[in-house]
Every structure is written in C-alpha cells, then in structure tokens.
C-alpha cells in the first residue's frame, strides 16, 4: 500500500517557479512508477509527467521544457520543478503512483494511488 501526500502548491506570478512534493509512505516506493497530473476547474484531468523506477522521463508537450520530475528513492520523495509559470498551468496538481515500475503512463487508469492534490495558481 502507498500512500501519497503533495505539497509546495501556491500563488506565484507569471514567470515564476514552484516545486512541489510528493511523499510517500510504505516500503514499495522505490518499485513504483511516479506521474503527475493536474485538473483545472472545468476540465478533465491531464497527464503532466512521469518518471519511472530507473529515472526516465515523459513528459505532456504544454510542460516540456518547462517543468522536471525527479525522485529520491531513500527519502520516498517525488519531485516536480516547475518553472517559466503560465496563467494555464493553474490547476489542482495530483501525484500518483504506478506499479509497473518500468512504464511511463500518460493515462490515469494505470495509476493505482493518488495523492489529495495541492493548488497551484499561476497569475498574469
């Protein structure tokens, strides 16, 4: 079982950056693959970025370049640098959690835990 919890959302203006965190509690961290999604209001939730047990990366083409997923596996910690903040990265940004450890999932249904979200507001 794996339980996540995000952290680091807030008001930042256009331009600026965020981090955001997400911890992970249980003794599988390590064989699971990350993502990060996000929903604004009125939307459907989008794939954001992943990263799997290995270290690689994907990433949504609205973010590449933009924003880096990483992992610390011996502090069961997922991270996602976001920089050059835009008014449409405003959204409830969601960490969750992949058993297949190899995959880099873009759709939610391969994630089997998520996290409760934190907010992020980006301003123009």
């Known amino acids: 079982q794996v339980q996540l919890v995000e952290s680091g959302g807030g008001l930042v203006q256009a331009g600026g950056s965020l981090r955001l965190s997400c911890a992970a509690s249980?003794?599988?961290?390590?064989?699971?693959?990350m993502g990060w999604f996000r929903q604004a209001p009125g939307k459907e939730r989008e794939f954001v970025a992943a990263i799997n047990w290995s270290g690689g990366t994907r990433y949504a083409d609205s973010v590449k370049g933009r924003f880096t997923i990483s992992r610390d596996n011996a502090k069961n910690t997922v991270f996602l640098q976001m920089n050059s903040l835009k008014p449409e990265d405003t959204a409830v940004y969601y960490c969750?959690?992949?058993?297949?450890?190899?995959?880099?999932?873009?759709?939610?249904?391969?994630?089997?835990?998520w996290g409760q979200g934190t907010q992020v507001t980006v301003s123009s």
């Open positions: 969750a959690a992949d058993p297949l450890r190899y995959r880099l999932a873009v759709s939610g249904t391969s994630y089997t835990h």
């Open positions: 249980g003794r599988t961290f390590s064989t699971h693959a």
